[in-house]
Antibody, heavy 130, light 110 residues
Framework: QVQLQESGPGLVKPSQILSLTCTVS??????????YSWIRQSAGKGLEWIGR???????NYSPSFQSRVTLSVDRSKNQFSLKLTSVTAADTAVYFC??????????????????????WGKGTAVTVSS | QSVLTQPPSVSAAPGQKVSISCSGS????????VSWYQHRPGTAPKLLIY???QRPSGIPDRFSGSKSGTSVTLDITGLQAGDEADYFC???????????FGGGTKLTVL
């Protein structure tokens, strides 16, 4: 059974770089079937999608984070990572990694995109504060 | 401000049925299948429904999803105390080329 585990510093200073890693266990990250995403949840707010990447290195970023985020994969370690630059207190949140299933499917009325996250990590809390 | 719109909270008594709505636009729900996630604080979110109305293995049939146009609904029947959680809808927005979520709905079992 595949499991995901986030890790990284729980405290980051303002203006610095937030770096998190997600380790995949119970299966290989080297599958063209899946993408891997980062999502966060600030206190009292909903889930916020940050971005995703394939193990081949293809990425999609939320417009809200496009200028500050970089996702990368280390296939040899079965890990993928998030770097978020120029952090502020507004970036204080619980950060989750997840495994995505996605693609186009033909239906009677045309094509629909399917996108869901079938495996999630438990999340790691990050506070941005001096 | 979330791209998908959900009611902030719903409540019902044990054994009753509750419905949680999620509305969007042609660019997201209108073009993509929707998923529902259950999240209890401190735990990993769980995929409840995918492709609008499909249940992953292990999810009881008390949970069901439906879609009409640019809105989807999650129904939970036979409510149990253990169903108390936050529920999020999520999908892909083809205009943004990004994943999007609803703001979440807190379910209280009275």
């Amino acid at each position: 059974q595949v499991q995901l585990q986030e890790s990284g510093p729980g405290l980051v200073k303002p203006s610095q770089i937030l770096s998190l890693t997600c380790t995949v266990s119970g299966g290989s990250i080297n599958s063209n079937t899946y993408y891997y995403s980062w999502i966060r949840q600030s206190a009292g707010k909903g889930l916020e999608w940050i971005g995703r990447l394939s193990t081949g290195g293809a990425t999609n970023y939320s417009p809200s984070f496009q200028s500050r985020v970089t996702l990368s994969v280390d296939r040899s370690k079965n890990q993928f990572s998030l770097k978020l630059t120029s952090v502020t207190a507004a970036d204080t949140a619980v950060y989750f990694c997840a495994r995505d299933r996605q693609g186009w499917r033909s239906t009677s009325s045309g094509y629909l995109y399917y996108y869901n996250m079938d495996v999630w990590g438990k999340g790691t809390a990050v506070t941005v504060s001096s | 401000q979330s791209v998908l719109t959900q009611p902030p909270s719903v409540s019902a008594a044990p054994g009753q049925k509750v419905s949680i709505s999620c509305s969007g636009s042609r660019a997201n729900i209108g073009n993509s299948y929707v998923s529902w996630y259950q999240h209890r604080p401190g735990t990993a979110p769980k995929l409840l429904i995918y492709d609008d109305d499909q249940r992953p293995s292990g999810i009881p049939d008390r949970f069901s999803g439906s879609k009409s146009g640019t809105s989807v609904t999650l129904d939970i029947t036979g409510l149990q105390a253990g169903d108390e959680a936050d529920y999020f809808c999520g999908t892909w927005d083809t205009s943004l080329s990004a994943g999007v979520f609803g703001g979440g709905t807190k379910l209280t079992v009275l």
